[in-house]
Structure formats: structure tokens, C-alpha cells
């Protein structure tokens, strides 16, 4: 599912106009990545949170090089989901 399809099922649902749903949808990302990158974890209660993960320091190989590099600490962004959230998706998607 792309943003694109995420904005018309919301339209047709509630029976808004596609741009104000884009325009709604759009500042909602904005403020998740801007929150995140200003240190804070978003929290949405039955849905999931958006947290930052700190990636430790390690030994990578350039392969062709055949030398070692060394991958500083840093952070990354990732999502959690809700046990609510993972639940439904365990009873209601089959396995493939």
C-alpha cells in the first residue's frame, strides 16, 4: 500500500476531499520525522511507537579492499508495534 492508496481509502471513507486528506497525511509524516529528529519517541497507543534505536560501535570489512573499517555509533529510527497491532496481523494474515 502506498501514501497514495493510504489517502484515498481514507477520502472515501469519510468523505473529505483527496488534497486536505494528502495535506493531513503529509504533515502528519513531517511531524513524526521531526519529532524523532529532534530526540524525541512518538507514542500511539494501540497502533505502535516510532523510537530511535543507538547502533553500537563495530568492525565493518570493505571486501574490496580486503581492509577493516570502523562504523561509528549511531542512531537510527524504527517502529514498534503495539500487542494489539501484532495480534491482529498474527490471527488475521495467513501464513505464506
Known amino acids: 500500500m502506498t501514501k497514495a492508496d493510504i489517502v484515498a481509502k481514507i477520502s472515501e471513507k469519510l ?4 488534497g486536505d486528506v494528502q495535506a ?20 500511539l497507543r494501540g497502533f505502535g511507537s516510532f523510537i530511535i534505536k543507538t547502533r553500537a560501535e563495530k568492525t565493518g570489512r570493505n571486501i574490496s579492499k580486503n581492509t577493516t573499517i570502523k562504523i ?12 494489539v497491532f501484532v495480534e491482529g496481523v498474527k490471527t488475521n494474515v495467513e501464513v505464506k
Open 72 to 83: 561509528p555509533a549511531h542512531n537510527i529510527p524504527a517502529f514498534k508495534p503495539a500487542k
Open 15 to 18: 468523505g473529505i476531499e483527496k
Open 24 to 43: 493531513t497525511v503529509e504533515t502528519f509524516m513531517e511531524e513524526v520525522k521531526s519529532s524523532l529528529e529532534g530526540g524525541d519517541n512518538v507514542y
